[in-house]
Protein backbone atom coordinates (compact mmCIF):
# COMPACT_ATOMS: atom_id res chain seq x y z
CA UNK A 1 0.00 0.00 0.00
CA UNK A 2 1.24 3.19 -0.62
CA UNK A 3 1.00 6.34 1.83
CA UNK A 4 2.00 10.24 0.62
CA UNK A 5 3.35 11.21 3.97
CA UNK A 6 4.22 9.66 7.85
CA UNK A 7 3.85 6.24 8.42
CA UNK A 8 -0.05 6.11 8.45
CA UNK A 9 -1.05 2.61 8.74
CA UNK A 10 -4.38 0.95 8.12
CA UNK A 11 -6.28 -1.61 9.92
CA UNK A 12 -8.60 -3.66 7.71
CA UNK A 13 -12.25 -2.78 7.51
CA UNK A 14 -15.06 -5.24 7.86
CA UNK A 15 -15.53 -6.99 4.16
CA UNK A 16 -18.51 -7.82 2.60
CA UNK A 17 -19.87 -11.74 4.13
CA UNK A 18 -20.60 -14.02 1.07
CA UNK A 19 -22.25 -16.72 3.12
CA UNK A 20 -23.21 -14.89 6.38
CA UNK A 21 -22.38 -15.76 9.33
CA UNK A 22 -20.79 -19.17 9.87
CA UNK A 23 -22.15 -21.36 12.85
CA UNK A 24 -19.64 -23.51 13.96
CA UNK A 25 -22.08 -26.60 15.10
CA UNK A 26 -19.61 -29.49 14.97
CA UNK A 27 -17.19 -27.81 17.94
CA UNK A 28 -20.43 -28.29 20.05
CA UNK A 29 -21.80 -25.41 22.43
CA UNK A 30 -19.78 -22.84 22.44
CA UNK A 31 -19.93 -19.57 24.84
CA UNK A 32 -19.52 -16.08 23.51
CA UNK A 33 -16.95 -14.00 25.47
CA UNK A 34 -17.46 -10.45 26.35
CA UNK A 35 -15.87 -7.29 24.86
CA UNK A 36 -13.39 -7.85 21.71
CA UNK A 37 -11.62 -5.92 18.39
CA UNK A 38 -8.30 -5.69 20.52
CA UNK A 39 -5.92 -3.91 18.33
CA UNK A 40 -2.02 -3.81 19.42
CA UNK A 41 -0.19 -0.90 18.37
CA UNK A 42 1.88 -1.28 15.20
CA UNK A 43 5.64 -2.01 15.92
CA UNK A 44 4.64 -3.09 19.36
CA UNK A 45 6.94 -6.15 21.02
CA UNK A 46 5.26 -9.21 22.51
CA UNK A 47 5.09 -12.86 23.51
CA UNK A 48 1.96 -14.40 23.26
CA UNK A 49 1.02 -17.84 22.98
CA UNK A 50 2.46 -18.99 19.97
CA UNK A 51 0.09 -21.62 17.67
CA UNK A 52 1.66 -23.20 15.00
CA UNK A 53 -0.82 -24.79 12.36
CA UNK A 54 -0.13 -26.72 9.83
CA UNK A 55 -1.36 -25.77 6.07
CA UNK A 56 -3.23 -23.06 7.71
CA UNK A 57 -2.47 -19.34 6.69
CA UNK A 58 -4.75 -17.11 8.72
CA UNK A 59 -5.27 -14.08 7.51
CA UNK A 60 -6.76 -10.58 9.84
CA UNK A 61 -10.53 -10.62 9.32
CA UNK A 62 -10.66 -15.10 9.11
CA UNK A 63 -12.74 -17.14 11.56
CA UNK A 64 -10.73 -19.93 13.17
CA UNK A 65 -12.13 -23.18 14.55
CA UNK A 66 -10.26 -25.16 16.58
CA UNK A 67 -10.77 -28.41 18.63
CA UNK A 68 -7.82 -28.48 20.92
CA UNK A 69 -6.34 -31.99 22.55
CA UNK A 70 -3.06 -31.58 23.26
CA UNK A 71 -2.06 -30.97 26.61
CA UNK A 72 0.51 -28.28 25.83
CA UNK A 73 -2.20 -26.38 23.30
CA UNK A 74 -4.80 -26.12 25.25
CA UNK A 75 -2.28 -24.78 28.30
CA UNK A 76 -0.99 -22.26 25.85
CA UNK A 77 -5.32 -21.24 25.55
CA UNK A 78 -5.56 -20.37 29.16
CA UNK A 79 -2.96 -18.66 29.13
CA UNK A 80 -3.91 -16.79 26.77
CA UNK A 81 -7.32 -16.58 28.41
CA UNK A 82 -6.15 -15.44 31.76
CA UNK A 83 -3.43 -13.22 30.19
CA UNK A 84 -3.32 -9.21 31.33
CA UNK A 85 -4.84 -6.44 29.12
CA UNK A 86 -4.42 -5.77 26.36
CA UNK A 87 -2.99 -8.93 25.32
CA UNK A 88 -6.25 -10.96 26.96
CA UNK A 89 -7.45 -13.81 24.78
CA UNK A 90 -4.94 -13.13 22.02
CA UNK A 91 -2.86 -15.57 20.36
CA UNK A 92 -0.36 -15.94 17.82
CA UNK A 93 -0.85 -18.37 15.02
CA UNK A 94 1.76 -19.37 12.29
CA UNK A 95 1.43 -21.13 9.39
CA UNK A 96 3.53 -24.72 9.65
CA UNK A 97 5.08 -26.51 6.72
CA UNK A 98 6.80 -30.38 6.61
CA UNK A 99 8.94 -30.43 3.87
CA UNK A 100 10.87 -33.79 4.32
CA UNK A 101 9.64 -36.82 7.39
CA UNK A 102 10.57 -34.85 10.47
CA UNK A 103 11.44 -31.28 9.31
CA UNK A 104 9.52 -28.82 10.34
CA UNK A 105 9.07 -25.33 8.69
CA UNK A 106 8.03 -22.45 10.64
CA UNK A 107 7.00 -19.37 8.96
CA UNK A 108 8.21 -16.25 10.37
CA UNK A 109 4.85 -13.90 9.30
CA UNK A 110 1.79 -14.95 11.35
CA UNK A 111 -1.38 -13.30 12.53
CA UNK A 112 -2.92 -12.36 15.53
CA UNK A 113 -6.19 -14.28 16.68
CA UNK A 114 -8.50 -13.18 19.51
CA UNK A 115 -10.37 -16.08 21.10
CA UNK A 116 -14.46 -14.82 20.60
CA UNK A 117 -15.98 -18.26 21.29
CA UNK A 118 -15.15 -21.02 24.49
CA UNK A 119 -16.26 -24.51 24.83
CA UNK A 120 -14.78 -27.22 27.72
CA UNK A 121 -15.45 -30.61 26.85
CA UNK A 122 -14.64 -32.39 29.77
CA UNK A 123 -10.58 -31.92 30.94
CA UNK A 124 -9.24 -33.55 27.52
CA UNK A 125 -10.52 -30.86 25.01
CA UNK A 126 -10.97 -27.07 24.37
CA UNK A 127 -13.20 -25.74 21.74
CA UNK A 128 -13.02 -22.27 20.62
CA UNK A 129 -13.14 -19.52 17.50
CA UNK A 130 -10.64 -17.03 17.12
CA UNK A 131 -10.80 -14.01 14.85
CA UNK A 132 -8.00 -12.92 13.16
CA UNK A 133 -7.20 -9.77 13.88
CA UNK A 134 -2.93 -8.51 12.87
CA UNK A 135 -0.07 -9.67 10.87
CA UNK A 136 2.31 -10.25 13.16
CA UNK A 137 6.56 -11.20 12.41
CA UNK A 138 7.96 -13.82 14.37
CA UNK A 139 11.58 -12.76 15.37
CA UNK A 140 13.32 -16.48 15.37
CA UNK A 141 16.79 -14.31 15.80
CA UNK A 142 15.90 -13.29 19.25
CA UNK A 143 16.09 -16.75 20.65
CA UNK A 144 18.66 -18.12 22.55
CA UNK A 145 20.98 -21.65 22.27
CA UNK A 146 18.01 -23.94 23.97
CA UNK A 147 15.05 -21.91 23.91
CA UNK A 148 11.96 -23.07 22.68
CA UNK A 149 10.22 -21.56 19.25
CA UNK A 150 7.51 -20.66 21.78
CA UNK A 151 9.62 -17.64 23.19
CA UNK A 152 10.55 -16.07 20.27
CA UNK A 153 10.05 -12.64 20.35
CA UNK A 154 6.78 -11.26 17.90
CA UNK A 155 6.00 -7.53 16.52
CA UNK A 156 3.05 -6.61 15.83
CA UNK A 157 3.23 -5.26 11.38
CA UNK A 158 0.77 -3.11 9.47
CA UNK A 159 -0.30 -1.97 6.18
CA UNK A 160 -0.10 1.23 5.17
CA UNK A 161 -2.91 3.37 4.60
CA UNK A 162 -3.66 3.84 0.37
CA UNK A 163 -2.84 6.74 -1.15
CA UNK A 164 -6.30 8.82 -2.95
CA UNK A 165 -5.46 9.28 -6.68
CA UNK A 166 -6.00 13.43 -6.66
CA UNK A 167 -8.07 14.49 -9.17
CA UNK A 168 -5.29 16.65 -10.51
CA UNK A 169 -4.11 13.74 -11.66
CA UNK A 170 -6.71 13.09 -14.26
CA UNK A 171 -6.49 16.36 -15.59
CA UNK A 172 -3.08 16.34 -16.36
CA UNK A 173 -2.16 18.63 -13.79
CA UNK A 174 -1.02 16.59 -10.89
CA UNK A 175 3.15 16.70 -10.10
CA UNK A 176 3.18 12.93 -11.84
CA UNK A 177 0.92 11.57 -14.73
CA UNK A 178 -2.07 9.29 -14.07
CA UNK A 179 -0.55 6.21 -15.54
CA UNK A 180 2.16 6.65 -12.73
CA UNK A 181 -0.66 7.01 -9.92
CA UNK A 182 -3.01 4.30 -11.49
CA UNK A 183 0.11 1.90 -10.44
CA UNK A 184 -0.41 2.67 -6.53
CA UNK A 185 -3.93 2.83 -6.55
CA UNK A 186 -5.16 0.66 -4.08
CA UNK A 187 -8.93 1.94 -4.95
CA UNK A 188 -8.90 1.22 -8.39
CA UNK A 189 -6.92 -2.21 -7.63
CA UNK A 190 -10.10 -3.10 -5.43
CA UNK A 191 -12.03 -2.44 -7.77
CA UNK A 192 -10.31 -4.53 -10.65
CA UNK A 193 -10.15 -7.37 -8.26
CA UNK A 194 -14.13 -7.40 -7.50
CA UNK A 195 -14.48 -7.04 -11.13
CA UNK A 196 -12.51 -9.79 -11.90
CA UNK A 197 -13.88 -11.82 -8.76
CA UNK A 198 -18.02 -11.36 -9.42
CA UNK A 199 -17.57 -12.51 -13.25
CA UNK A 200 -15.85 -15.84 -12.01
CA UNK A 201 -18.41 -16.01 -9.46
CA UNK A 202 -21.97 -14.96 -10.33
CA UNK A 203 -23.61 -16.28 -8.36
CA UNK A 204 -22.22 -15.48 -5.13
CA UNK A 205 -23.10 -12.52 -3.78
CA UNK A 206 -21.58 -8.82 -5.22
CA UNK A 207 -18.27 -8.67 -3.39
CA UNK A 208 -17.38 -5.17 -1.55
CA UNK A 209 -15.28 -3.77 0.81
CA UNK A 210 -12.44 -1.27 1.43
CA UNK A 211 -9.40 -2.48 -0.49
CA UNK A 212 -7.11 -3.81 2.70
CA UNK A 213 -10.05 -5.93 3.96
CA UNK A 214 -10.86 -7.01 0.25
CA UNK A 215 -7.13 -7.93 -0.24
CA UNK A 216 -7.19 -10.08 2.98
CA UNK A 217 -10.53 -12.32 2.05
CA UNK A 218 -9.76 -12.89 -1.45
CA UNK A 219 -6.30 -14.18 0.00
CA UNK A 220 -8.03 -16.19 2.21
CA UNK A 221 -10.54 -17.38 -0.13
CA UNK A 222 -9.12 -17.77 -3.32
CA UNK A 223 -8.52 -21.58 -4.46
CA UNK A 224 -4.65 -20.89 -3.65
CA UNK A 225 -1.57 -23.47 -2.37
CA UNK A 226 -0.50 -23.11 1.30
CA UNK A 227 3.16 -20.70 -0.34
CA UNK A 228 0.98 -18.88 -2.49
CA UNK A 229 -1.48 -17.50 0.13
CA UNK A 230 1.51 -16.98 2.77
CA UNK A 231 3.07 -15.00 0.30
CA UNK A 232 -0.22 -12.70 -0.02
CA UNK A 233 -0.05 -12.42 3.99
CA UNK A 234 3.67 -11.43 3.65
CA UNK A 235 3.10 -8.72 1.12
CA UNK A 236 3.69 -5.64 2.47
CA UNK A 237 1.70 -3.56 0.90
CA UNK A 238 -1.89 -4.21 -0.15
CA UNK A 239 -1.21 -2.18 -3.39
CA UNK A 240 1.41 -5.03 -3.43
CA UNK A 241 -1.57 -8.19 -2.91
CA UNK A 242 -4.01 -7.00 -4.97
CA UNK A 243 -1.35 -6.65 -7.64
CA UNK A 244 -0.86 -10.70 -7.16
CA UNK A 245 -4.31 -11.40 -6.74
CA UNK A 246 -5.11 -9.32 -9.59
CA UNK A 247 -2.53 -11.53 -11.98
CA UNK A 248 -3.97 -14.84 -10.38
CA UNK A 249 -7.68 -14.71 -11.13
CA UNK A 250 -6.63 -13.27 -14.61
CA UNK A 251 -5.31 -16.80 -14.56
CA UNK A 252 -8.23 -18.57 -13.70
CA UNK A 253 -11.59 -18.86 -15.56
CA UNK A 254 -13.94 -20.49 -12.74
CA UNK A 255 -14.49 -20.90 -9.36
CA UNK A 256 -15.31 -25.08 -7.92
CA UNK A 257 -15.88 -26.86 -4.90
CA UNK A 258 -12.49 -28.17 -4.38
CA UNK A 259 -14.85 -31.85 -2.75
CA UNK A 260 -17.46 -31.94 -5.42
CA UNK A 261 -16.17 -29.71 -8.36
CA UNK A 262 -19.20 -27.70 -8.51
CA UNK A 263 -19.12 -24.77 -10.35
CA UNK A 264 -19.36 -21.26 -7.85
Not at 71 to 100: F, G, H, N, W
Not at 104 to 128: F, K, P, W, Y
Not at 172 to 182: E, H, Q, T
Not at 234 to 242: K, M
Request: negative net charge; proline residues 6%.
Amino acid sequence: MSTSSGDETAEPGPAQELTGQTRHTYLGEVDDLAGGGIVLDTGQVCHLPLIPLEGIVLMPGDTLPLKVVRRQDRAKLEAALSAPAPYTRLIAVVCMTRSDPGAVHLHSVGCTAEIRQISRQDDAMLNIVAKGCQRLQLDLYSLQHGQDLSQAQQTITADVAPTYVPPEAGQGIAYWPLCVWNRYDAFGLAQEATTLFNAMAPKVRQLQGDPLALSYWLASNLPLEDDTRQRLLEAPTVVERLKNEVVLMQRMTSLRCRYCMTEV
